[in-house]
């Protein structure tokens, strides 16, 4: 699925239909990985996708605290960012395999740096830069991913 961001309000929109479908009833943790260049906008689509369930206070990228932690109405998500590690053995320590239950949802920015050491995708974001707006394609990697991403292209405000 391609969709055209005009601007970060379009790639937050994004974010929150993607929290409005997320499959919280899988029988297994959901990942969600974020791929692109710095600038690309994948911090301010989980920013967009924390503040609709329910998040008020500062969303950051996790760039020096590696992992930020959210409980959503009985929800957990983490946003990982691994742009700085060094590889696999790095993220072994994060603990990430532990935390891959039902009713929690990884969100993985830079998972090209964990050297397949990571908890499975459900979804790919590719976002890209075109001039001054952005794209994403979409992709599932899971039956979960496949369902999330249908509910989300039949949501009205993905339709806009």
């Known amino acids: 699925m391609d969709r055209e961001l005009a601007d970060a309000a379009a790639t937050g929109q994004l974010g929150a239909v ?7 009833s899988a029988p297994q943790a959901l ?13 301010t689509l989980v920013r967009g996708l924390l503040r609709e369930l329910g998040v008020t206070g500062t969303v950051r990228s996790p760039s020096y605290t590696l992992l930020e932690s959210y409980d959503c109405h009985g929800h957990v998500v983490l946003h990982v960012d691994l742009y700085r590690l060094a590889g696999g053995g790095d993220v072994a320590s994060l603990g990430l395999r532990d935390e891959a239950l039902p009713g929690v ?27 001054e707006s952005r794209a994403v394609h979409l992709e599932s990697a899971s039956a979960a991913g496949k369902a999330w991403l249908a509910a989300a292209a039949a949501d009205a405000a993905y339709k806009k």
Not at 31 to 43: I, P, S
Not at 123 to 129: K, Y
């Open 31 to 43: 990942g969600v990985y974020l791929h692109g260049e710095l600038g690309a906008g994948k911090t």
């Open 105 to 131: 949802l990884l969100l993985i920015e830079w998972p090209e740096r964990a050297n397949d050491s990571l908890p499975h995708a459900d979804l790919h974001a590719r976002l890209s830069i075109h001039g």
């Open 18 to 24: 993607l929290a409005r479908t997320v499959p919280w």
